[in-house]
T-cell receptor
Framework: GQNIDQPTEMTATEGAIVQINCTYQ??????LFWYQQHAGEAPTFLSYNVLDGLEEKGRFSSFLSRSKGYSYLLLKELQMKDSASYLC??????????WGAGTKLIIKP | IAGITQAPTSQILAAGRRMTLRCTQD?????MYWYRQDLGLGLRLIHYSNTAGTTGKGEVPDGYSVSRANTDDFPLTLASAVPSQTSVYFC??????????????FGAGSRLTVL
């Protein structure tokens, strides 16, 4: 079967750094996405990785290792507004998106 | 503001009733999707459409139907609602369903409760 695993919930402190991991098993691979979803709102696109390595975008970075079926989202200089759920999704060989259940990130002052 | 509009925002309905969730986009995207989101589960694809006039079944299509008469509109119909269809429904769109970076734009969601 196809599945995406990510931690259910994480807690971090304002100003700190947090790493949210995602492991996947899919039939084929055409890229990995991270989306942010604030409570009661729609998911919004954060990042896309298709090649191994780190993609940096301001305070957010995303890493991919295709051989390990592993990705992480790194959030630096955490702000209260970063409290949200972070969704990992993989595009498989049919370009179908397989979604993880999301990681709820709680930021404490 | 360009984007996706969903209606209604929330709805409570009795089991057995028919319900249509509306979705309209103004970005001229070719592909559109309907997902449901349930606590503890990832987004699950119900139906999708590659382009106007075509539709396809996703992971959990049973009990739902869609139509795509034009580029902008992609309504989702529950012919006879059941309590297990209680969920938050998201409509989404993208430039294409294959190739390239298929970034989805989501609507604000429709919260449906079936009693």
């Amino acid at each position: 079967g196809q599945n995406i695993d990510q931690p259910t919930e994480m807690t971090a402190t304002e100003g700190a750094i947090v790493q949210i991991n995602c492991t996947y098993q899919t039939s084929g691979f055409n890229g990995l996405f991270w989306y942010q979803q604030h409570a009661g709102e729609a998911p919004t696109f954060l990042s896309y990785n298709v090649l191994d390595g780190l993609e940096e975008k301001g305070r957010f970075s995303s890493f991919l290792s295709r051989s390990k079926g592993y990705s992480y989202l790194l959030l630096k200089e955490l702000q209260m507004k970063d409290s949200a759920s972070y969704l990992c999704a993989v595009s498989n060989s049919n370009y179908q998106l397989i979604w993880g259940a999301g990681t709820k990130l709680i930021i404490k002052p | 503001i360009a984007g996706i509009t969903q209606a209604p925002t929330s709805q409570i309905l009795a089991a057995g009733r028919r319900m249509t969730l509306r979705c309209t986009q103004d970005m001229r995207h070719n592909a559109m999707y309907w997902y449901r989101q349930d606590l503890g589960l990832g987004l699950r694809l119900i139906h999708y459409s590659n382009t106007a006039g075509t539709t396809g079944k996703g992971e959990v299509p049973d009990g739902y139907s869609v139509s795509r008469a034009n580029t902008d509109d992609f309504p989702l119909t529950l012919a006879s609602a059941v309590p297990s269809q209680t969920s938050v429904y998201f409509c989404a769109s993208s430039d294409s369903i294959q190739g390239g970076v298929n970034v989805l734009t989501f609507g604000a969601g429709s919260r449906l409760t079936v009693l």
